[in-house]
C-alpha cells in the first residue's frame, strides 16, 4: 500500500509508482516501523508500528523496493583515507551555517532540532529539490 519503511523514493529519478489498492488511502508508519512475521503460523506478515499493527497481509500481498547504498572505494588507501576524517554532525552544522550566511539566511543549522518538520521544512525551503521531468507526485509535495 504505497508507503514505505525506509524509503526516499520521491526523491529518486526512476520513482516506485503506486500499486494500490487506491480506495483507502495511503497507510502512514513512522521510521521505526517493523516488517516481520507475524509469528502466529497463520504465514501472514505484520508491519508493527507505535506498539500496534499498521498492516497485515500475506507475504505474497507486499511489495518491497529495495534501494542499496553503498561506500566503494578504489582501494584499502582510500578507504582509509576517506575514513580517517569523517563528518561530524558539528562539521555539517559549521558547513550549513557558513553557507546559509552567505546566501544571507538568518536560519542556522540547530542539531538539536534534526528531528523536528518545522526545521527540515525551514531548510527546504532554502535548499529545494530538484524536480525530475514528468516526476509523479510526492507524499512529500503540499
Known amino acids: 500500500a504505497n508507503t514505505a519503511l525506509v524509503g526516499d523514493n520521491h526523491g529518486m529519478f526512476h520513482q516506485v509508482g503506486p500499486v ?3 480506495d483507502r488511502g495511503t497507510r ?3 521510521q ?3 516488517l516481520a512475521p507475524a509469528g502466529d ?7 508493527r508500528d507505535r ?3 499498521a498492516y497485515r497481509a500475506p507475504l505474497e500481498r507486499y511489495r518491497v523496493s529495495v534501494l542499496w547504498k553503498a561506500d566503494v572505494y578504489p582501494d584499502e ?3 582509509a583515507r576517506q575514513c580517517a576524517e569523517p563528518l561530524s554532525f558539528e562539521d555539517i552544522a559549521r558547513i550549513f551555517d557558513a553557507d546559509l550566511a552567505r546566501r544571507g539566511a538568518d536560519l542556522r543549522f540547530d542539531l538539536e532540532r534534526l528531528e523536528d518538520l518545522a526545521f527540515a521544512g525551514e531548510l527546504a525551503a532554502l535548499y529545494p529539490e530538484a524536480r525530475p521531468v514528468d516526476a509523479l507526485p510526492s507524499i512529500f509535495d503540499a
Request: aromatic share 10%; glycine share 22%; proline share 5%.
Open 20 to 22: 494500490g489498492p487506491f
Open 28 to 30: 502512514l508508519v513512522s
Open 32 to 34: 521505526r516501523a517493523e
Open 41 to 47: 503460523g497463520s504465514g501472514d506478515w505484520e508491519v
Open 51 to 53: 506498539g500496534g499493527v
Open 77 to 79: 588507501a582510500e578507504r
